[in-house]
């Protein structure tokens, strides 16, 4: 059995550790890759709204497969056959998935539009402090002029 120095062993851990720190996404390259927390990535109120808007164009399309879904359930509804109550189970298990995924999508418009909200007056807030500190903290005259 060979074993590892702990020497070895700790210089190989570092380097890992050292390689691990340098790991970035790259959607976030500070290399104008895209993110990096740059001027590519704000907020925008408008966004939020069309994706809770999207979110109740979703509701509607249960709605409306749902009500082709219950039409389509009392043309199969035939007693005593056992393909028919398989059917019926089935048709209830749908119902009640279908029924969740609308209010879901229904609950999640409002927290959409806040976290919007929310987002965008982060933003605003965080620029006007960064503002204030630099009308506050201005850099001095260089000496001998510029």
Do not use: H
């Amino acid at each position: 059995m060979s074993s590892t120095s702990f020497d070895a062993e700790w210089a190989g851990l570092k380097e890992g550790t050292a390689a691990a720190t340098q790991m970035r996404l790259a959607s976030a390259a500070p290399d104008g890759g895209g993110g990096g927390g740059g001027e590519d990535l704000k907020s925008d109120q408008a966004v939020w709204n069309k994706a809770s808007n999207d979110v109740g164009q979703l509701v509607s399309g249960i709605k409306k497969a749902q009500t082709a879904f219950e039409a389509g359930q009392k043309d199969a509804a035939v007693s005593g056959v056992e393909s028919a109550a398989a059917q019926s189970e089935l048709y209830q298990s749908w119902k009640t998935y279908l029924d969740g995924l609308a209010g879901k999508c229904s609950a999640l418009q409002g927290p959409m539009v806040q976290a919007g909200k929310g987002q965008v007056a982060n933003d605003e807030a965080l620029s006007a402090d960064f503002t204030r500190m630099n009308d506050q903290y201005k850099d001095t005259p260089a000496t001998g002029g510029r």
